[in-house]
């Protein structure tokens, strides 16, 4: 996880320096498509103290499409590993729908939304897929080429709690931080 961490911020940073030279009207177009790829972590907490915690990290691949500055769809793709059982593992995607402002041109990034959200688990025999839906949001700034994103999700929680463990409260929280390319 800490190398895919410095990856990325390393990644984001060679971005930036390459931004600074950019030409300033070029920097004010709009951009409507973005690929990036990032750092992605899971947690599954529960209030029941026979369960522990469950933590997932890893990488993520998001694509989305802003309408206009106000309005985007993004796609992301998750591969994780469990924090203390190697040999479990979350592997997955997710639909959101955003509005906010700075998506599409330079400058702060700040939105909310809501999707659906698919997880699939596997555990050397065992496999599980869950899916529902999640809220969240996200902030970050936009170099008009280059975008950098901390996006906090939270899944419907019960759908883990009702197919994996026994009774109580469970929180389901996703966050990643990635870098996009914006054309």
């Known amino acids: 996880m800490k190398k895919i961490l410095q990856g990325v911020l390393l990644l984001s940073t060679l971005s930036l320096g390459t931004q600074a030279s950019a030409n300033n009207s070029e920097a004010a177009a709009e951009k409507n498509w973005s690929v990036g790829v990032g750092s992605?972590?899971?947690?599954?907490?529960?209030d029941n103290s026979y369960n522990s915690d469950l933590d997932f990290s890893g990488f993520n691949l998001a694509a989305g499409y802003a309408f206009n500055n106000h309005f985007q769809i993004r796609g992301t793709y998750f591969s994780l590993e469990n924090d203390d059982l190697s040999s479990l593992e979350s592997s997955g995607f997710d639909v959101m729908a955003y509005g906010g402002v700075g998506l599409s041109k330079p400058g702060f990034r700040g939105y909310g939304g809501a999707g659906f959200f698919s997880d699939k688990w596997k555990f050397t025999q065992f496999s599980k897929s869950i899916s529902g839906i999640q809220a969240g949001g996200g902030v970050g700034y936009n170099w008009g080429?280059?975008?950098l994103d901390f996006v906090l999700t939270l899944r419907q929680a019960d759908k883990y709690s009702d197919e994996l463990f026994e009774s109580g409260n469970y929180v389901a929280m996703s966050g990643n931080l990635s870098v996009s390319y914006l054309f």
């Open 40 to 46: 992605y972590a899971f947690t599954l907490a529960s």
């Open 145 to 147: 080429s280059v975008a």
